[in-house]
T-cell receptor
Framework: AAGVIQSPRHLIKEKRETATLKCYPI?????VYWYQQGPGQDPQFLIS???????DKGSIPDRFSAQQFSDYHSELNMSSLELGDSALYFC??????????????FGEGSRLTVL | LAKTTQPISMDSYEGQEVNITCSHN???????ITWYQQFPSQGPRFIIQ???TKVTNEVASLFIPADRKSSTLSLPRVSLSDTAVYYC??????????????FGQGTTLQVKP
């Protein structure tokens, strides 16, 4: 079965550079969530989208922005990168029609390293 | 949003039953309880979800008392491969209601031989 696809899997950037992470949800899933997980930490909710509209915001820095496109894939854009942005970034998708908070399917994550 | 509290860590031995309890004192009427498992450097994986009483699937059982202020994930006969972090999430079902799905501090389960 198709799973959530995240790209790139690994990314190395310098401080103050920009990075873009992409997430392709499971087909027919209309809801996307982004999480950031630092080393030894629990996943921190960043932002979510339902039917291409932003649904909720968590602890997402102003330097970050995200959107969900017409084909339901989502991109997380990060600018002015800082060392503290080094983390695993997970995307999850679900089928909102089922009821929003059901089973989330997570991708393998994108590991961002900021040097 | 209902805040959840879990033990930080637990140890067990292979073949034992493990019970992890999550407290969620301010759970709302529409909230469901969902548990996820996470291995290092992997995305969390859905284990089980319930609203009240008991739910069982092929990997775990979830016990929810009548007042729903806590829930217990039960893993029967754990093996070394069950060593992971376990998270309890509480949130509402509802069309388009994505909500801020917050992962609290999970429970690190260490299974020993």
């Amino acid at each position: 079965a198709a799973g959530v696809i995240q790209s790139p899997r690994h990314l190395i950037k310098e401080k103050r550079e920009t990075a873009t992470l992409k997430c392709y949800p499971i087909p027919r899933h209309d809801t996307v969530y982004w999480y950031q997980q630092g080393p030894g930490q629990d996943p921190q909710f960043l932002i979510s989208f339902y039917e291409k509209m932003q649904s909720d915001k968590g602890s997402i820095p102003d330097r970050f922005s995200a959107q969900q496109f017409s084909d339901y894939h989502s991109e997380l854009n990060m600018s002015s990168l800082e060392l503290g942005d080094s983390a695993l970034y997970f995307c999850a998708s679900s089928f909102g029609g089922r009821g929003g908070f059901g089973e989330l399917f997570f991708g393998e994550g994108s590991r961002l390293t900021v040097l | 949003l209902a805040k959840t509290t879990q033990p930080i860590s637990m140890d067990s031995y292979e073949g034992q039953e493990v019970n992890i309890t999550c407290s969620h004192n301010n759970i709302a009427t529409n909230d469901y309880i969902t548990w996820y498992q996470q291995f290092p450097s992997q995305g969390p994986r859905f284990i089980i979800q319930g609203y009240k009483t008991k739910v069982t699937n092929e990997v775990a059982s979830l016990f929810i008392p009548a007042d729903r202020k806590s829930s217990t994930l039960s893993l029967p006969r754990v093996s070394l491969s069950d060593t992971a972090v376990y998270y309890c999430l509480v949130g509402a079902l509802g069309s388009g209601n994505t909500g801020k799905l917050i992962f609290g501090q999970g429970t690190t389960l260490q299974v020993k031989p």
